[in-house]
Structure formats: structure tokens, C-alpha cells
């Protein structure tokens, strides 16, 4: 069981590590067999260094406990292909973290075969050359409607970053 765990955590912080930069490291707790038999759950924490204080998933940072959650979903997944739905994951980063964080997604995305989706105003995550942005709008009493924005090309891109421009 202590090597199904360990390689769960190496999995675990892999992914959290391309995700949020300066990641606790995250280390699962499985208590004993007689734990186990009395319902007392494994327990998912973060340390900030080996020797750190352990500290359970639920009492991190929100930014923190958002990108371990993911992570260790991933880290569990038998088949990852699919979807990852996130509403605003640039909430509680600050600007150098969202861009590492959205290249964190782009690599995973490409790694597990995975569609994400995020609903952003993030230019970091709107910014990313190979984005598909569509503009969601309420319509009336909360129906929403969509329509695909016209994509940026290389070419108009490259154009606005000589100005010092985001799209």
C-alpha cells in the first residue's frame, strides 16, 4: 500500500508542479489498517519542504487547493482523455503565476488528451497562441448565447507584441 501511495504523490506533485508555481509538495497520509477498518480516511496534505509543516488539502491556499484537487484527480485517473472544466483558474494568482499556469495546462492538455475549458478573463490564458476564445453573453433572464471570436493569426500577433499589445 506505501508503494501504491508514493507512486500516487510523485504523480500527484508532478502534475501540481507544472500547475502552481512554488507547490507545496504533496504527500498522502494512510494512517493504519485499523484506521482503515473504522472508516478513518487517507488524508491528502502539503508541506512547503520535507521538513515542513504537513498540512491537510482542505487548509491551503485557495489557489493551492484548487490546483492540488486537480492534480490529484489526475494522479488517480485510470483514462484522463476527456474534459477539464474551470471556472476562472486564474482566481488568487498573480500574473507570473497565470501565465505558469496556463502553460501548465496547454502541457497537460497535450499529455492526457484532455479538452479544457476555462471560462477566463485571464490574458494569459486568452493570450495563448493556440486558444480557441469564443465570447459567452447573457442573454435576457440568464439564457446565455455564444459566438466564436475572429482567431488572431502569427501573423497579426506577432504585429500587436511590437506595440507591447496582448489580443
Known sequence: MHDVARTLESLANRHYSRLLMDAPILTLRLGSPSDWATGTPMTWGGQRSEQGQWVAVQYLSEAERKWACVAIELA?????????????????LHRSAEAYMAN?????????????????????????????????RRRGKGVAGWRRNVRLTSVSRDELAEYGLLP
Open 76 to 92: 488517480l485517473a485510470l483514462d484522463p482523455n476527456g474534459v477539464l472544466l474551470i471556472d476562472e483558474p486564474e482566481q488568487a
Open 104 to 136: 501548465g495546462l496547454k502541457t497537460l492538455a497535450d499529455e492526457f488528451r484532455l479538452a479544457v475549458i476555462v471560462a477566463s478573463h485571464s490574458p494569459e490564458l486568452l493570450n495563448q497562441p493556440d486558444a480557441h476564445v469564443h465570447l459567452v
